[in-house]
């Protein structure tokens, strides 16, 4: 079992920035890449970066130029910082672990989800 515990969601400006981190604790021998996804009210979950052991990062369109996804092994961590936010950003930030296989991310692990609120 992997356990993720995520923090940094707020409030914030349009324009602003945020630093979404997530802990990972347990095995986590077992995963090999961590991500980002965001829910939206009434929006499916969407992945919105990913990163593997090995650094490789991937960035869902809306989102690139704006954000970077990092890990810190050493430490289990995995950061989002987020800049440039615009009020659609607005959703609930989970953080995931899982594997790559190929080139499908599958996470089995989730954190409780950190709220990311743009006012305009």
């Known amino acids: 079992q992997v356990q993720l515990v995520e923090c940094g969601g707020g409030l914030v400006q349009a324009g602003g920035s945020l630093r979404l981190s997530c802990a990972a604790s347990g095995s986590i021998f077992s995963i090999n890449a961590m991500g980002w996804y965001r829910q939206a009210p009434g929006n499916e979950r969407e992945l919105v970066a990913a990163?593997?052991?090995?650094?490789?990062?991937d960035y869902a369109d809306s989102v690139k130029g704006r954000f970077t996804i990092s890990n810190d092994n050493a430490k289990n961590t995995v950061y989002l910082q987020v800049n440039s936010l615009k009020p659609e950003d607005t959703a609930v930030y989970y953080c995931?672990?899982?594997?790559?296989?190929?080139?499908?991310?599958?996470?089995?692990?989730w954190g409780q989800g950190t709220q990311v609120t743009v006012s305009s």
């Open positions: 995931a672990a899982g594997w790559l296989t190929g080139e499908v991310y599958v996470y089995e692990y």
């Open positions: 990163i593997t052991s090995g650094g490789s990062t």
